[in-house]
């Protein structure tokens, strides 16, 4: 079992940035795949980012070089970088483990956050 608390959404000006991390509980929690994945009003959910076991990363293609996906272990901790934010970024974030060693993107995680909303204004 792997309870996730994500922070640090909030209001910022387009072309601004947000850091948002993900921090979890249990002693295992380096060996999940760690994903952030983004909730639209009126939108279905969608995949961001993901982080392996040994760091390696994928993003979504509209997000690519504006997001950086991040490890800590020692902190139990995921963050997600956002730089160059747009309007269409607005969404609630969520971060989700699931106890997987591929690199394959997936939707099917065993293990989701509350969320954090991130707004972006024009």
């Known amino acids: 079992q792997v309870q996730l608390v994500e922070s640090g959404g909030g209001l910022v000006q387009a072309g601004g940035s947000l850091r948002l991390s993900c921090t979890g509980s249990?002693?295992?929690?380096?060996?999940?795949?760690i994903g952030w994945f983004r909730q639209a009003p009126g939108k279905e959910r969608e995949f961001v980012a993901h982080i392996t076991w040994i760091f390696s990363t994928a993003y979504t293609d509209s997000v690519k070089g504006r997001f950086t996906i991040s490890r800590d272990n020692g902190k139990n901790t995921v963050y997600l970088q956002m730089n160059g934010l747009k309007p269409e970024d607005t969404a609630i974030y969520y971060c989700?483990?699931?106890?997987?060693?591929?690199?394959?993107?997936?939707?099917?995680?065993?293990?989701w956050g509350q969320g954090t909303q991130v707004t972006v204004s024009s």
């Open positions: 989700a483990a699931r106890g997987d060693r591929s690199d394959s993107i997936t939707w099917n995680y065993d293990f």
């Open positions: 249990g002693r295992s929690f380096g060996t999940y795949k």
